[in-house]
């Protein structure tokens, strides 16, 4: 199949495919004699396997820990736990400082009056992180905590 057809059956695009090879993700196409890409059904599964990994957040080198896991029938499924739950971390990781940056956010909103006026807390905090006066700076996602 070529790459269009591959890319209808995995749900990936013909861009990340090319990408996806270009990075090592996957295995480079076959080619033909006038060098366009030929793929397997393999290839197909292969991107829905990546395409449900990133859908789930891994990222390109948890991916390919996971294919090389995948391909080994010799695996631990202790070795697969392992990649989930640093994954599952990162992901807590996230959730938190998302909840912190709207605790702060829902604050500052709540001290705003929304007015003519032209003060504003939020227009101050973000300000201060830009001045670097604030206290404490989220740096992952630049805004600072009360």
């Known amino acids: 199949m070529n790459i269009g057809e591959l890319s209808?059956?995995?749900?990936?695009?013909?861009?990340?495919?090319?990408?996806?090879?270009?990075?090592g993700l996957t295995r480079p196409a076959l080619r033909t004699v006038s060098s366009y890409r030929v793929y397997s059904d393999k290839d197909v599964h292969t991107l829905q396997f990546v395409r449900r990994a990133r859908d789930l957040g891994f990222s390109v080198e948890q991916i390919k820990e996971l294919l090389a896991l995948?391909?080994?029938?010799?695996?631990?499924?202790?070795?697969?736990?392992a990649v989930a739950l640093e994954h599952i971390a990162e992901l807590e990781s996230k959730?938190?400082?998302i909840e912190e940056m709207t605790k702060t956010l829902k604050h500052l909103a709540s001290h705003c009056h929304g007015d003519d006026r032209p003060?504003?807390?939020?227009?101050e905090e973000i300000a201060k992180v830009a001045d670097g006066?604030?206290?404490?700076?989220?740096?992952?996602?630049?805004?600072?905590?009360?």
């Open 133 to 146: 006066k604030s206290p404490r700076v989220n740096a992952r996602f630049g805004l600072s905590a009360l």
């Open 8 to 23: 209808k059956a995995s749900g990936v695009s013909s861009k990340m495919i090319r990408y996806y090879e270009q990075i």
């Open 70 to 81: 995948w391909g080994d029938r010799s695996r631990n499924s202790a070795d697969v736990k």
């Open 95 to 97: 959730v938190a400082a």
């Open 119 to 123: 003060e504003c807390p939020i227009i």
